[in-house]
């Protein structure tokens, strides 16, 4: 079979991208012949190390609007004559229907979160749609019923991509491992944006140790840094810095209660990344960036406890699963997909999104318990492992692939289709 992906975007951080890279790879693995077709990304050569075929549209993004996009992309699919053609962004699954007319290939788009606008395509073609959990199924019947027999839930796998050493040879790495020894670490991994949460994370570690819970409190200007690829992306053949300090005065270091030392790791980077670290310099809590990786495994090993404190549109996290591989204790917020990963208790902790005072108390209660934190991520194991795994989700992808098409309705005009869903024509 000849697979085409169509992504706007295919980026290491971006989740839906790692979908795309983990699935083409295991179809490839199976001997399917597969080409992604994306505008670009900092994923591209990990996908060119996996011997992927890759082609190159610039204006894919916008390709529903933009004319140029659209010619690009109707060449890319022409020559590559697919028997699929699998979207994974509405503005891709735009481009999927109007450049393919001509060979009519079987059309898939796979929808990870439901927010205007839907996209046109599942109101235009007689297509299968693959919904990443169970809430974006119900959100996509909400706003057509008809939808209904068409749509698959399949969840996302995960596996770990990329060279667990470039994060293991980071100074700042074994620096923060040496640290270890007295002290316990949490880790924040993803874009720092005001969406994922850290501020509510900052605010529950200060708060925890304004109660005389928390572990450490350093202060003055005391900041660990630890830059790794993100600080030098884009800057062509220039040699990435790796470096790092875990300076904490041992006078500003003093024992709470029955809590241990906090450090707080943090992998990602993001527009309010000086924001954040501006915060942690002010509250006096020990820290580590990273920047962004492709592989956190190491990190995740190294922590005692992940925290996702998202605040909203988490659709379903790869990195949840992730953390289930690497056998990592998480406390999360109860917001959008995180639910159908982690039930309350047992799985990992969950608090409602933005609220500082049930964070800091899921903290002190994760941190304290041993016996807690083992139970807890040997659960999580157990159910990614169970449910969530790259395999699965190919074999379930691929068998929608193959389904008869059923409910065709490539005959309606794409202007009344337009019109349909209350979207401006042209």
Known sequence: M????????????????????LLAREQQRRGHRVEIVTSGGDALEQARVEGMDIRIVPDLGHGGRSLAGFLRARRALRAFRADVVHAHHFYAANVAWFASRDFRPR??????????????????????????????????????????????????????????ELLRSMPAFSELRAAKRDAMVIAFIGRIVEAKGWRVLIDAIGQSIEHGDAVMRGRGDAETRGHGDAETRGRGDAETRRHGELGVESEACQEHGSMPRIILAIAGSGPDEPAMRKALR???????????????????????VLVVPSLRMEGLPMLLVEAGLAGAAVIASRTDGIPEIIDDGVHGLLV???????????????LQDQALRVRLASKLRERVLAEFTVEEMTERTLRVYGARRGGIASSLHWSAALARIGAPVG
Request: aromatic fraction near 4%; charged fraction near 20%; glycine fraction near 8%.
């Open 352 to 366: 409602p999104p933005g609220d500082v005072d049930a964070l800091a108390t899921a903290l002190s209660r994760m």
């Open 107 to 164: 059309l898939v788009q796979t929808v990870h979160a439901v927010i205007p606008p839907v996209g046109l395509l599942p109101h235009c073609v007689g297509l299968r749609l693959i919904a990443v959990r169970d809430a974006v199924r119900a959100g996509l019947i909400s706003r057509d019923p008809g939808l209904d027999a068409r749509i698959t839930v399949i969840r996302n796998g995960s596996e770990f991509v990329g060279d667990p």
């Open 282 to 304: 002010d509250m006096g809590i020990a820290h580590v960036f990273f920047g962004s990786v492709p592989n956190v495994r190491p990190l995740l090993e190294a922590a005692d």
């Open 2 to 21: 000849t697979i085409l992906h169509l992504v706007d975007r295919f980026d290491v951080a971006d989740g839906c991208a790692r979908h795309v890279f």
